[in-house]
T-cell receptor
Framework: AQRVTQPEKLLSVFKGAPVELKCNYS??????LFWYVQYSRQRLQLLLR??SRESIKGFTADLNKGETSFHLKKPFAQEEDSAMYYC??????????FGKGTLLTVNP | DAGITQSPRYKITETGRQVTLMCHQT?????MFWYRQDLGHGLRLIYY???????DKGEVPDGYVVSRSKTENFPLTLESATRSQTSVYFC????????????FGNGTRLTVT
């Protein structure tokens, strides 16, 4: 079975502060990990995938297999980062399992 | 992404009615998925399909039926709608390539009264 846990439902930070959205997973094989973002009343969009090891909109995420984590980080949050963030895992059958999401609010 | 479209965007229906949500993608992606999004539950997989005529249950399939007669279409039918099926429904598709992400439609907001 594959499972994704996002322990924080809500996260509130001030503009310019660092932000970390936590994601832990459970999967017996080699997972593919993704972060998706959903801005207010919009469709979900891919933000990051672990195989790309890229930085998008200043966000980065590193897969830590020892801790089974894929935390999303940004050193300086911006107001436009306010959104719902979902961590997702794909196993060998190509279906994506999502966490329950973290609502990030960046205050001015 | 204009390549995956859902219709209708909004739907209000009564308990007990049958309703079908449509999903169409233009990429010829093999995999298609239906998720429902609910506060406190995140996104839960209802059904998915690996190819035309191949479908499989997800986490919450009860009360739903899907079909995939053509690669590009993946309709979701609520056979007899219940209030607990009030939700936002997202269709998604992906290639069968390692690392390829899901591409989501705009969603259908369904209210069952």
């Amino acid at each position: 079975a594959q499972r994704v846990t996002q322990p924080e439902k809500l996260l509130s930070v001030f503009k310019g502060a660092p932000v970390e959205l936590k994601c832990n997973y459970s999967y017996s094989g080699s997972p593919e990990l993704f972060w998706y973002v959903q801005y207010s009343r919009q469709r979900l969009q891919l933000l990051l995938r672990h195989i790309s090891r890229e930085s998008i909109k200043g966000f980065t995420a590193d897969l830590n297999k020892g801790e089974t984590s894929f935390h999303l980080k940004k050193p300086f949050a911006q107001e436009e980062d306010s959104a719902m963030y979902y961590c997702a895992l794909r196993g060998s059958n190509y279906k994506l399992t999502f966490g329950k999401g973290t609502l990030l609010t960046v205050n001015p | 992404d204009a390549g995956i479209t859902q219709s209708p965007r909004y739907k209000i229906t009564e308990t007990g009615r049958q309703v079908t949500l449509m999903c169409h993608q233009t990429w010829s992606h093999s995999y298609m998925f239906w998720y429902r999004q609910d506060l406190g539950h995140g996104l839960r997989l209802i059904y998915y399909s690996a190819a035309a005529d191949i479908t499989d249950k997800g986490e919450v399939p009860d009360g739903y039926v899907v079909s995939r007669s053509k690669t590009e279409n993946f309709p979701l039918t609520l056979e007899s709608a219940t209030r607990s099926q009030t939700s936002v429904y997202f269709c998604a598709s992906s290639e069968t390539v390692s690392g390829s992400p899901l591409h989501f439609g705009n969603g259908t907001r369904l209210t069952v009264t």
